[in-house]
């Protein structure tokens, strides 16, 4: 594996930090080569400088987004930590339901459910699920969005399709077999619940606000690879879309001390969980 200079690694550390929000420092020499190793052999670079000045230099800005396929961790399962779902659907959509029922005042009350950073989709389709099982079909209108700044995990978030690793993480067997067909070693996922979500590229680091109005709103286990400054305008920026009484859950290990003033820590049994103050 062709080693990365100190140079090259402050070269990278800048370009991803100004394209993702991404925090890479000198330590992290061993990372950057385990994933560029393959793109440095794509694009026939002979150092990291090289593969950099390309993907600077390319207008059609393809070998960029390749850089931040490669960088991100996409890392995620089924239901993960289970938490936050059993929280979804015990006390957030019980609760929520009745108050836009309240406010529907006769019409399809609406329920709006963002998932920020999705990865490759599974956060999305284990809400899907909760909801599928806790709503009657057609009584409300749903929206959910998955977005995630990696093009290839948006791609294959959109197509519901999973190898068999990815689908055994988190999912319970009665579930696979309700929600997804298997075709050869992969599984789709059902087109009902397909059809509940959308998916879209969107850097969490620019300006979202633009994106309306949600009641719930994940944003899990990708603010920990921001610097403070960063967590701190991605969550305020977050404080703006959620609606006055909405729901926000970030990661098990993460916190919002001394990063939002407008966010109240709350916790249901296990799981905490944040409100607008
Ligand atoms: C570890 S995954 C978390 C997935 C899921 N939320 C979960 O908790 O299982 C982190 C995701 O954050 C995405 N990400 C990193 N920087 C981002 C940014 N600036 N804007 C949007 N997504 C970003 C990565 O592409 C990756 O898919």
């Not at 100190?6 to 000198?26: A, C, M, R, V, W």
């Not at 230099?57 to 059993?86: Q, S």
């Not at 309700?178 to 979500?197: C, I, N, P, Q, T």
């Not at 098990?252 to 905490?272: M, Q």
């Amino acid at each position: 594996m062709l080693k990365i200079k100190p140079d090259e690694i402050t070269l990278f550390s800048n370009y991803i930090h100004k394209l993702t929000g991404i925090s890479i420092d000198q330590s992290k020499a061993y990372l950057l080569e385990t994933r560029f190793g393959r793109l440095l052999q794509e694009t026939d670079s002979t150092t990291y400088a090289d593969l950099y000045h390309k993907a600077r230099m390319e207008p059609g800005k393809h070998l960029e987004k390749k850089i931040i396929d490669a960088i991100t961790t996409n890392e995620t399962l089924f239901f993960r930590d289970t938490g936050p779902f059993d929280l979804l659907r015990h006390k957030i959509i019980p609760e929520l339901i009745d108050s836009r029922i309240a406010k529907a005042n006769g019409t399809r009350p609406s329920l709006k459910i963002w998932s920020a950073a999705c990865s490759t989709g599974q956060e999305v389709y284990s809400i899907a699920i909760v909801l599928k099982e806790l709503l009657a079909k057609g009584n409300y209108n749903i929206k959910l969005l998955g977005t995630d700044i990696s093009d290839a995990a948006v791609t294959q978030a959109s197509y519901g399709d999973y190898n068999k690793f990815e689908i055994e993480r988190g999912l319970p067997k009665d579930k696979l077999i309700k929600y997804f067909s298997s075709s050869g070693s992969r599984w789709k996922v059902s087109d009902e619940l397909r059809s509940m979500a959308t998916f879209r590229k969107i850097n969490l680091l620019t300006p979202f606000t633009n994106l309306g109005k949600w009641d719930i709103v994940f944003c899990r286990n990708v603010a920990i690879y921001f610097t403070l400054e960063d967590r701190q305008k991605l969550f305020s920026q977050i404080a703006q879309v959620l609606e006055p009484d909405g729901y926000l859950i970030i990661g098990s290990t993460e916190s919002l001390t001394g990063v939002c003033p407008s966010f109240v820590p709350k916790r249901h049994l296990r799981t905490i969980f944040y409100t607008k103050r």
